[in-house]
């Protein structure tokens, strides 16, 4: 049976101002970097429902029900605030369900959670990311810092596998760099497979009757520069991720 994935986050709008001596004109772009991700899921067999940001504000389930309907839900750098500040309640006031906790209910009845990292993930950039005042904190295998978590490396930071399992079955030693990850701490609980830096890159946990993983580094750039993401085991390493995450 055809495993169904959510993936949220993962888009960005750009707002530039040009200045040309006395003038100045503006432009946008808007951009996402589902892509790699969603393709190597989908040749392995995944559906994925690709949600990105700017939607998910108002469009990300409100109902279990909803949310019951896929295997795993994927969060790739989305700040919390996106899922707990819809333009009902933010803007009319309006008392609406809590998204986040309706994830962590969703796992403690079965689902799966894979939270990738990003400038708005775990605790992102400046804090924003904020994951760690939510319910999802409790199901993560890691803890999310309450500051600033980013880990900048321009030059290169190497991945160490830590522990055999069928998440990394036929995945070699040697990885690509990465350019960055979200610092994180190991739960007691939880089990490490893959470390970066001295850090978790790949740890996961069950949690009530559903499963738990993170990927604490990017899917896509720039965290993730092209060597990663045009890895020829890119697609094997993220679709064993959901195998485990999905209960597949």
Not at 103 to 132: E, P, S
Not at 149 to 170: F, M, N, Q, S
Request: negative net charge; hydrophobic residues 35%.
């Amino acid at each position: 049976m055809t495993k169904k994935v959510l993936l949220v986050g993962e888009s960005w709008f750009k707002y530039e101002v040009h200045v040309k001596g006395f003038d100045t004109f503006y432009t946008s772009t808007y951009d996402s970097g589902e892509k790699w991700l969603k393709n190597a899921l989908e040749s392995n067999g995944y559906e994925v429902d690709y949600m990105p940001n700017h939607l998910a504000l108002n469009e990300f389930p409100f109902e279990a029900e909803a949310l019951a309907e896929y295997d795993t839900i994927i969060l790739s750098d989305i700040g919390s605030n996106t899922l707990l500040l819809s333009d009902a309640t933010f803007s009319k006031s309006e008392i609406k369900p809590n998204r986040i906790q309706l994830i962590k209910d969703y796992v403690l009845n079965g689902g799966g959670l894979c939270m990738i990292g990003g400038y708005m993930t775990f605790a992102g950039i400046d804090g924003k990311g904020r994951w760690y005042n939510t319910p999802v904190q409790d199901i993560l295998p890691v803890q999310v810092l309450d500051k600033d978590d980013r880990e900048e490396h321009p030059e290169g930071v190497y991945a160490t596998i830590k522990t055999e399992h069928e998440i990394l079955k036929g995945i070699p030693s040697e990885w690509p760099p990465f350019l960055g990850y979200n610092k994180t701490i190991l739960k007691e609980e939880a089990e490490l497979l893959v470390e970066v830096g001295g850090n978790p890159l790949i740890a996961i946990n069950e949690a009530g009757q559903g499963r738990v993983s993170v990927f604490t580094s990017d899917c896509a750039p720039h965290w993730a520069p092209p060597q990663f993401c045009e890895w020829e085991h890119y697609p094997r390493l993220f679709s064993q991720l959901m195998d485990w995450t999905s209960q597949k």
